[in-house]
């Protein structure tokens, strides 16, 4: 028997080849050579005693193709995977061969007995190639070198071969046992049929990657395999503890990494590292673990989404118009709220180019809703939205409305005026007040837009400020700042029980009112004239803090002095004669209003009295009246009758040029404002202090009013610098 039987220990060496810059830092140990030709050498691997976690783990690189390291086995290392805690190893194929005269056998075992190191049970498969063979495996699991398994490989002529797989006709393969550390081949001495070894020269066992085996009828008919390798997976793991013991003991505790978790290993006794979700790099050095720049391959947001890296994770962000889908974080769905405050978002847009962005736009839109939202001049809004970065103005959509008025449900209302009903809300977790528009004529609607640019624009601390609007809908809904304290109408009618405003409050609050007026007539551009000043739309914060609303739906001035604005629109009561007269809406026509609304503040009393006598049924003519018979004092609101007789006079003084029929000799809202500020200061002025007769001018005689009335008003010109 010439039968060379060549029985020997596996052993790991590694794949020989020049020294290998490091493609990604901190895989190894500082100073230790992290790569041997393609295969790179993460820690606790490591080349030499000092570069690995211990001499497990120890690899030699060498130029030569065999160089050993001196642990009990050896093998050639094809790739070592940190994450996965496997290694991938050539394994020398076992064989038989005849012929008529000579048996050649090379014969293989592998001993990972107290090694940190297992045969995958997962990926492996045990193989046995030939006819007529019964190939055995004998293996330990653990400590135990106690069981033996196999296949039989059946066939008996050459033609019975097919290539279709390993399934019992030429091949065989079965799976080995979970924590398998020892493993040897053998081949049943007496089932080997000479017979066949005209056709079939060899027979062959192996333990082989699945993955990277594939059957061949000419594995059985030649000798190829004879003296070749396959590669298998092998596991690996630190310790011999699970991860709840280890970590009591940190300084040997091997997960040193920030952002890294622990694992028990599946087929060892010990444990692995691996980076935190969102993390990669190596969990087994100090700061080894980096966060995932998820936005740089691909990106994880859905086509039109833009991702934003974020340590551990990342986010999406949706161009305009769109945002995210709760569910998944991922895509992007239409919803035409723009939340403009991030300029990241607007510079991101920028790079669409908005003319893909508006036909991508609107096919999203139903047919109906791009209707609306085309006829209100949406895209003109979305535009100047899009160009203008700190444009503080959202477009809602319907559903968002919806919800926030809980369907418009008639208990969330809290007014309703001329222009529309308007109803309480929640918006982003902030209280609005929704107001839905009355039917806006036809000729008017395509202004809308436009108008709503405007009036976003307006940024004064007295005017209920306009946070977006809503235009995919029949009426635009437009969504105000929600003002706490609702409206000096109530306050002054009492509805507000128990409520006292003393005359400083409402001069006060007058004054607060002509500024914001003024605002709206000289620093906003173009003009706005309120159009239905009174009571009703000067609502109150918790503060008393003056607001003025309801200028939505305000006829800008035309640029075009031709362009005559001809709607009658305004509340009984505060009407401008001349505006009656006229149909002509001038800036006086607020002066006049507001005059009606000083005449309340004095009074308390209802602007129309029905059951007074005709000519004093308005409160202006009563007032008037009263004027000339000298009988103010019995008008006056009985809270304020004991108050400052002098101040008192400035104020009715002060209402009754704003009452004057001649719109042109009424003062402007600049000087109304400026003369209130003066009353305002004299009433806390003569508060405790001596009354000092000179300061009691001629009420807007020719030295209250100096030069630079109609100069720039620096506080508006600042108030109007919104954006951040
Ligand atoms: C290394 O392997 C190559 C091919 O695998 C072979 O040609 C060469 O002789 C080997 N060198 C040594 C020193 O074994
Ligand atoms: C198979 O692996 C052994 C060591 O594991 C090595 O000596 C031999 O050269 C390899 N053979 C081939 C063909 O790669
Ligand atoms: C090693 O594994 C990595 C990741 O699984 C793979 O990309 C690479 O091709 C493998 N290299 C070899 C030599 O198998
Ligand atoms: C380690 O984390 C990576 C990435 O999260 C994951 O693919 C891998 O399966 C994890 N390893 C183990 C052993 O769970
Ligand atoms: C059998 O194999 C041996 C070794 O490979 C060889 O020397 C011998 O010539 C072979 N005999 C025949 C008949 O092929
Ligand atoms: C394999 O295991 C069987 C059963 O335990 C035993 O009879 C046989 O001798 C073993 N073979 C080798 C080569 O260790
Ligand atoms: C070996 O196997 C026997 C029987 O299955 C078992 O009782 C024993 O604990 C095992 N020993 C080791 C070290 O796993
Ligand atoms: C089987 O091996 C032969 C020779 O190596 C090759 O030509 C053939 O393509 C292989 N067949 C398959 C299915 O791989
Ligand atoms: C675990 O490993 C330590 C040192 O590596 C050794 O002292 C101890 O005996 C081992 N425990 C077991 C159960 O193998
Ligand atoms: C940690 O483990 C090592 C070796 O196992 C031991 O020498 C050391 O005393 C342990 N430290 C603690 C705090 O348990
Ligand atoms: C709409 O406005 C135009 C002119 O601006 C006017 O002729 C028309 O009567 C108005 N329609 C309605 C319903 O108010
Ligand atoms: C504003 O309203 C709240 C409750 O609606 C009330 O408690 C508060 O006193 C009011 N503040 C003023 C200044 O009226």
Redesign the pocket.
Known sequence: MGAIILITQ??L?ILPSPTKVAESANIALPGCRDSCGEVSIPYPFGIGPSCSMSEAFELSCSIT??TTIPYRY???ILNISLSLGQLRA???ISSKCYNSTTKLISIWEADLIDTPYRFNHEKNKFVVIGCNTVGYLNFTVNQNYSYFGGCVSGCDRPESLSDVSCSGIGCCQTSIPKGTSYIRFWFDENFLNSEVYSFSPCVHSMLTEEDGFAFNTSYITTQQLL???TSIVIDWFIGNTTCDSAQTNKSYYACKSDYSICLNSNSGPGYLCNCSDGYEGNPYLQGGCQDIDECTNQNPCSMDGKCHNLPGSYKCSCPFGKRIKHNDGRDCELHLSLLIGSCASIVAISFLGFGTYMVHERRKLSKLEEKYFQEYGGWTLLKKIQSDQGFGFTIFTKRQVEQATNNFDSANIIGRGGQGTVYRGTLRDEMVAIKKCKIVNESKKKEFGKEMIILSQINHKNIVKLLGCCLEVEVPILVYEFVQNGTLFNYIRRKNEGSHISLSLRLMIAYESADALAYLHFSASPPIFHGDVKSANILLDENYMAKVSDFGASILVPADEAELVTFVQGTCGYLDPEYLQTCQLTNKSDVYSFGVVLLELLTGKPVIDFDAPEEERSLSSRFLVAIKKKKMHDLLDDEIKGDDMKVIMEVANLAKKCLNMKAEERPTMKEIAQELDRIRKLKQHLWGQVYNSHEMEPLLGETSHDAGYFGRDKEAEESIAFGR
């Open positions: 596996l052993f060496l193709n065999l050896s093998a050639v050539a394994m020398p003296d070749q390798n």
